[in-house]
């Protein structure tokens, strides 16, 4: 389609801003499952509202849970404001969970759904049906549970829920998406036996997600061990037992920030992003990394993180295998530097929202780059850009890229750049708002 375009503003000069970045979908949406398994009410404060987390509520809400919008300011501090309150309920259905085109809430909930009390069906956006979710179906019908998914390994599915799981062991193939993992690892600890979730395969992506949703059932009480705390390789074990409810503030989203500080380096300019973790699970966190080989300056301070230009990009030989939500942001940066680059460690990208490499190369090169595929990768070799369509096959993380190339090419257009709204709420306002010297936090 190009009857929906944006024209990406080009900077008329250096980029200099402080930017406010909604929260992180990733805790925000293992918030939500771990708040609605716990044996208690809990908080969930400054969470992300976009179309993954929104589809999340949704759907445990289908399922009896209880979540309410509230403001609260009784804690005071980072502990007030925006707010979801989340009441566990007993587990039902018949329920209808549409999933979106949202890893997280197409893998997390079946683990979930087997502890209601009914059958619950789930569906989503045609994409949805192309996305790898056999790892998940496998494991539960290994660990007793129904399923019905006429073999495909994919939605359309339906989980006949008995209200209880006995749980136990289960080996995995997570190769295609470390989500496999977290998912059965969320809900574990209500299965009457607990969980041994056992990776077999290739190298896990997104080693840092795991780590992550590991950290955050900790935090919610529950006995994780894993293989950082020097357990066996690619074993993690989760004890029966109950989940408290937790009041978590949500950490801004780190992966969403890719844009706003690329700009800095792509303009030679500087943006500060607020209330960066000085410490954290999150992928994102690698950008401080990987834009300061490709030729930036940061600093973390009292405000956040701020990232700077040299005045020159320089081309950059990364494994981003365990941070591959960054690839389209970094490739589109690599396309404007001085050198070649070669991004590898990332093949499960071609299962993301869509086939994430092809699309780069081949818009890359729509406007004149010169990109090719890899067996695991891109290899981008920087060439005078021209403006032109830029198309986001309904890919979040494509849209934000095309943006970066339009502060220093003329005349990118791009398509649907609504689709930012998955994991980012107004997009082109937060991005306007940096190129005029500021950039409020999004609402939806």
């Not at 979908?25 to 987390?53: C, H, M, Q, Y």
């Not at 289908?62 to 007030?80: K, R």
């Not at 494991?139 to 994919?154: Q, S």
Request: aromatic share 4%; glycine share 12%; hydrophobic share 40%.
């Amino acid at each position: 389609m190009t009857d929906d375009l944006w024209p990406a503003p080009t900077a008329s000069s250096a980029v200099d801003a402080t930017v406010t970045v909604p929260g992180s979908k990733s805790v925000t949406n293992r918030a939500l499952v771990l708040a609605a398994l716990a044996s208690e009410p809990g908080w969930i404060r400054r969470p992300l509202r976009s179309r993954d987390t929104l589809l999340m509520a949704s759907a445990l809400r289908s399922l009896g849970v209880g979540i309410e919008d509230t403001v609260n300011n009784a804690t005071g501090g980072t502990g007030g404001g925006d707010a979801w309150r989340v009441i566990p309920a007993g587990l039902r259905g018949p329920a209808s969970v549409d999933v979106g085109n949202a890893g997280t809430v197409m893998r997390f909930l079946p683990p979930v759904a087997v502890l209601a009390d009914g059958p619950v069906h789930f569906d989503g956006d045609p994409r949805s049906h192309e996305r790898p979710l056999h790892g998940v179906i496998d494991a539960l019908r290994a660990l007793g549970a129904r399923i019905d998914d006429e073999g495909r390994g994919a939605l359309p599915l339906t989980v006949h829920g008995t209200g209880a799981l006995d749980g136990g062991t289960v080996t995995v193939d997570a190769s295609s998406s470390s989500q496999f993992v977290s998912a059965l690892l969320l809900s574990g600890a209500r299965y009457n036996q607990g969980l041994e979730v056992r990776h077999v395969g290739g190298p896990l992506p997104s080693l840092p997600h795991i780590r992550m949703t590991v950290e955050m059932l900790r935090a919610a009480g529950a006995q994780v061990d894993a293989p950082e705390d020097g357990g066996e390789a690619d074993v993690w074990r989760v004890t029966p037992g109950a989940l408290l409810g937790c009041d978590l503030v949500v950490e801004p989203d780190l992966s969403n920030a890719a844009p706003f500080l690329a700009a800095a380096l792509v303009t030679g300019g500087r943006v500060t992003v607020r209330d960066w973790p000085r410490r954290t699970t999150q992928p994102g966190d690698r950008l401080r990394e990987i834009l300061t080989a490709m030729g930036g300056s940061c600093g973390i301070g009292d405000e956040g993180l701020t990232m700077a230009g040299g005045g020159r990009i320089l081309g950059i030989e990364a494994d981003l295998h365990e941070v591959g939500e960054l690839t389209p942001v970094v490739a589109a940066v690599a396309a404007l530097a001085d050198s070649e680059s070669h991004l590898y460690g990332i093949a499960h990208l071609r299962l993301h929202e869509t086939d994430r490499l092809a699309a780069l190369a081949k818009e890359l090169n729509g406007l004149g780059g010169d990109v090719t595929e890899t067996a695991d990768g891109l290899r981008i070799r920087p060439r005078p850009l021209h403006g032109g369509v830029f198309r986001t096959y309904e890919d979040h993380r494509l849209a934000t890229a095309a943006a970066v190339l339009g502060l220093a090419v003329p005349g990118v257009q791009v398509e649907d750049v609504a689709t930012t709204g998955k994991t980012l709420p107004d997009f082109p306002g937060l991005w306007t708002a940096m190129l005029a010297g500021s950039a409020a936090p999004a609402t939806a």
